[in-house]
């Protein structure tokens, strides 16, 4: 599939960032600033949305020095806030003019106020994505895009110690996947791909420690801990690279990257379930 325009690199095709408009969320830190800067680094313009607005005013200054002028606008919106999130589209829209790429980034562990994990982690990545799509699809005279969704290893396998988290990144997966098709089969021309990195060196790391986040699940704070010593933490870089093949890459739609200590790989899904016998 080839979507929009695109540059072809051996026998891969690759999207052409340059001149391209990018909106990142939670962009003011950690995954999200990784995002951004790679974005910047292969010539997109780029929209930053974050609750967090001395972080992302801070950072959009040291971006615009270190990129170019005008190349990076903070909006302050939570996406959890239904208008706060379409301000914030809009405003990008009245901006640059256009949207290209969409990364749905943000995200929080909060076991103990779960319907506010399940409004972040799940709710506004399917509004985040209701926006770009609207926005891009060829029916309603969109130039199509790329939308990716970060989700995590914990949208693959559970996080014992996090069973909400869990839940919203799996929704995250099974959500993208399903479009991804429903977009193929649609000719939307919008790719959707997912993101699942292994535990990230971002401050969300320091989440297990706090009882006010982890809630009934703080007692499991040991096995967090063994994961944790099993399974190194990846740098924000490296999910990074990661993030940029997803976008480029124009034969990617519905893929589910997975990036580990060990190595970064596209994750295939079983299609053959084994028999079990069900009468005892
Ligand atoms: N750090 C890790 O080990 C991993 C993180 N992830 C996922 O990566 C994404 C980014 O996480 P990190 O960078 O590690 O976290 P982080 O805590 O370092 O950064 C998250 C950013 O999102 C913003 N944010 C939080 N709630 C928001 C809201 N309602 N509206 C707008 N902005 C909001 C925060 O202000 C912050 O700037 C999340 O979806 C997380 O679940 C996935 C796998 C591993
Ligand atoms: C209350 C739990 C807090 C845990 C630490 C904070 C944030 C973690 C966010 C994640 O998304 C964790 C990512 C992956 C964990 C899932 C499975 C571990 C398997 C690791 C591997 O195979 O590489």
């Known amino acids: 599939m080839v979507f929009g325009k695109f540059e072809q690199a051996g026998s891969?095709?690759?999207?052409?960032?340059?001149?391209?408009v990018a909106v990142v969320t939670g962009a003011a830190q950690g995954l999200g600033k990784g995002f951004v800067e790679i974005l910047l680094q292969n010539g997109a313009n780029v929209a930053l949305l974050d609750l967090n607005e001395k972080a992302g005013k801070d950072l959009e200054e040291n971006l615009n020095k270190a990129y170019g002028a005008d190349?990076?606008?903070?909006?302050?919106a939570d996406?959890?806030?239904e208008q706060q999130f379409k301000d914030a589209f809009q405003k990008v829209l009245t901006k640059f003019g256009r949207v290209d790429i969409f990364c749905n980034n943000a995200g929080i562990v909060n076991e103990k106020n779960w319907e506010k994990t399940v409004s972040i982690n799940l709710c506004a990545v399917v509004r985040g994505t209701y926006l770009a799509l609207e926005h891009m699809k060829k029916e309603n005279g969109g130039q199509g895009g790329v939308i990716v969704n970060v989700a995590s290893l914990a949208g693959l396998g559970?996080?014992?110690?996090?069973?909400?988290?869990?839940?919203?990144?799996?929704?995250?997966?099974?959500?993208?996947?399903?479009?991804?098709?429903?977009?193929?089969?649609a000719n939307y021309g919008v790719r959707i791909n997912v993101l699942c990195p292994t535990f990230v060196r971002t401050a969300l790391i320091d989440t297990f420690h706090s009882e006010e986040l982890t809630g009934q699940f703080f007692n499991l704070?040991?096995?967090?801990?063994s994961l944790l010593d099993k399974h190194p933490l990846v740098e924000v870089e490296d999910v990074a690279k990661g993030f940029l093949l997803l976008v480029k890459d124009e034969s990617l739609n519905g893929a589910v990257l997975a990036v580990r200590s060990t190595g970064t790989g596209i994750v295939s899904f079983p299609t053959e379930i084994p028999k079990t016998p069900v009468s005892l």
Do not use: C, D
Request: glycine letters at 6%.
């Open 12 to 20: 891969l095709w690759i999207m052409a960032l340059n001149g391209k």
């Open 71 to 76: 190349r990076a606008h903070f909006y302050t």
């Open 79 to 81: 996406v959890s806030s």
């Open 158 to 185: 559970p996080l014992p110690s996090a069973p909400i988290y869990t839940a919203t990144k799996h929704g995250v997966v099974g959500f993208s996947r399903a479009l991804s098709m429903a977009s193929q089969l």
């Open 221 to 225: 704070k040991t096995v967090t801990e």
